[in-house]
C-alpha cells in the first residue's frame, strides 16, 4: 500500500489519508466542497459544493496517477436527498461514459457543515 496525499485537495481531517493506492487500483477517502487553498466550504449551493468536490477527487486521482475518467465506482453521500436532481447534473459533467457503478445514500450529517461528500476507486492509468 502507498499513501496519496496532494497539496491540491483539502487534507485530512482525521486519521485517514486522502487516498491510498493498492496495486492497480485507488482509494479516495470521501471529498467535500472545501477550499483546499482557504480551507472553507465554497458555497451553500449543492452545485457548486458537487463540483468543488468532483475538483478535489480529480486533485487527489491525478497524485495518485489516475483521473475521473478511470473511476470505477463512486459512492455519494448527501444530507438531503431532494438535491439528488442538482448532484447528478454536475456529476454527469465531470463523469465519462461508460459511467462508474455508484451508489448514493441519505445520511444524517457529515463531519462539517456540507451537503455533499464523494468517495470513489479508480484504476491507475
Request: no cysteine.
Amino acid at each position: 500500500m502507498e499513501e496519496i496525499h496532494t497539496d491540491a485537495a483539502p487534507a485530512s481531517i482525521g486519521p485517514f489519508s486522502q487516498a491510498i493506492r493498492d496495486g492497480d487500483r485507488i482509494f479516495v477517502s470521501g471529498q467535500g466542497p472545501v477550499d483546499p487553498e482557504s480551507g472553507d466550504v465554497v458555497s451553500d449551493d449543492i452545485g457548486e459544493q458537487t463540483a468543488q468536490t468532483l475538483d478535489n477527487v480529480a486533485a487527489v486521482l491525478e497524485a495518485g496517477g489516475s483521473s475521473l475518467d478511470s473511476v470505477v465506482k463512486a459512492t455519494v453521500f448527501v444530507t438531503d436527498m431532494a438535491n439528488y436532481d442538482a448532484i447528478n447534473e454536475v456529476y454527469g459533467e465531470y463523469m465519462s461514459d461508460p459511467y462508474p457503478a455508484r451508489s448514493a445514500v441519505e445520511v444524517a450529517d457529515l463531519p462539517i457543515d456540507i451537503g455533499v461528500e464523494i468517495e470513489v476507486v479508480a484504476a491507475v492509468e
